[in-house]
């Protein structure tokens, strides 16, 4: 991110100096820079599995370019980079499995049907893996984003130029990180069964086997410039924002459903399907020169 933002700050300041003097109408393009405050949140396909949990708040920033068409049309494009995410609720018990170093197993490679009392003992003598049922995800991920906008506006009104932005989003994933909030599940000599025995917080989890590693999304927005001087104007606006790719595999190479169950029963449980649409408001602060 350090690398994008210097590259765009030079090219700024380049462009900047070659067009420097030209009115706002006259100029055919400008360079601005920007940061995006944005509220956003993870939109689920399958409400009865996952569920969004409340917004999370963003941050973004970036290079603009403006391609002029005519007098009240242009073209918009840039860099940036946005730091986004969401909260999910599990709701059909589903779970995973960790090694003791706290690291994802594939949930195809594991046997199901060794049954609680032959899975409790394997454990004694063997890998040592955890059980957990997930009743939480909280995501964060950060995107390098290209918008791809057409902007119409009106033509100056005391100063200011009043504007809305319609196109799309390209994005692609660079970091993802999770917390999962987890019940864990423990064998009871009692029953003779796993049981729930707790709640754990496990941070900072990467589960790159599940994720797409790119979005591409709606961009729709209203704003205004207000000119400060010559060809400097600042801008805001606001943006919504609505991702069209899932983030996840559909079928988890991790997840399964009824985790506890199917380990009592001794019965393969199936993939668990998942789905993880980033949505969110942007908040657009900026300059244009």
């Known amino acids: 991110m350090k690398k994008i933002f210097s590259i765009a700050t030079a090219a700024l300041l380049i462009v900047n100096t070659l067009v420097a003097g030209e009115g706002d109408d006259d100029k055919k393009f400008r360079f601005g820079l920007k940061v995006t405050p944005t509220p956003t949140w993870l939109r689920s396909t399958d409400t009865k599995s996952v569920d969004k949990n409340g917004i999370k708040f963003g941050f973004g920033f970036g290079l603009q370019m403006q391609f002029r068409i005519t007098s009240t049309a242009a073209f918009v494009t840039g860099i940036g980079g946005d730091f986004l995410g969401g909260k999910q609720i599990y709701k059909n018990g589903q779970g995973y499995i960790l090694t003791k170093d706290n690291a994802y197993t594939d949930s195809e490679k594991t046997n199901f049907t060794n049954g609680p009392i032959n899975t409790y003992s394997n454990n ?166």
């Open 124 to 289: 004694l003598t063997g890998n040592n893996d955890k059980y957990y049922e997930i009743k939480t995800r909280s995501i964060k991920a950060t995107y390098v984003t290209l918008p791809i906008l057409l902007k119409l506006m009106t033509k100056d009104i005391s100063g200011f130029k009043y504007f809305g932005v319609f196109g799309g989003n390209l994005a692609f994933q660079t970091k993802f990180k999770c917390t999962d909030e987890l019940t864990e599940l423990k064998f009871s000599p009692a029953t003779g069964l796993y049981e729930a025995s707790g709640d754990v917080t496990v941070a900072d989890m990467r589960p790159s086997g599940d994720l797409i590693p790119f979005n591409v999304g709606l961009n729709v927005g209203l704003g205004f410039e207000y000119n400060l001087s010559g060809s400097t104007s600042f801008f805001l606006g606001v943006n919504y924002c609505r991702g069209f790719i899932n983030q996840y595999q559909g079928n988890s190479e991790i997840i399964v459903d009824q985790i506890k169950t199917n380990i009592n029963l001794g019965t393969k449980p199936p993939a668990s399907k998942q789905s993880a649409f980033s949505d969110g408001v942007q908040i657009n602060i900026g300059m244009l020169f």
